[in-house]
């Protein structure tokens, strides 16, 4: 087992035991991955829809076409 492994079953919390199968440690080793592609693609659905649509849902940035 590599090192983030034997950090992850030191661990002796119930959910932290669940978590930490053989096949869950594979796949929990993949969220920075999976969080890193979900942030680029709403990046991506941003800039290639209308972009004002989607940011007049945001408050602060609402108010600033009002006057539009």
């Not at 079953?9 to 053989?22: A, D, M």
């Not at 592609?37 to 007049?56: C, E, N």
Request: hydrophobic letters at 40%; one cysteine or more.
């Amino acid at each position: 087992p590599n090192g983030n492994m034997q950090i992850m079953l030191e661990l002796k919390t119930p959910v932290v035991g669940y978590l930490t199968s053989n096949i869950s440690c594979y796949h929990l080793s993949r969220v920075p991955t999976m969080v890193g592609w979900g942030s680029v693609g709403g990046v991506a659905l941003v800039h290639f829809t209308d972009w004002r649509l989607i940011l007049d849902c945001v408050p602060y940035i609402n108010g600033k076409f009002k006057d539009n």
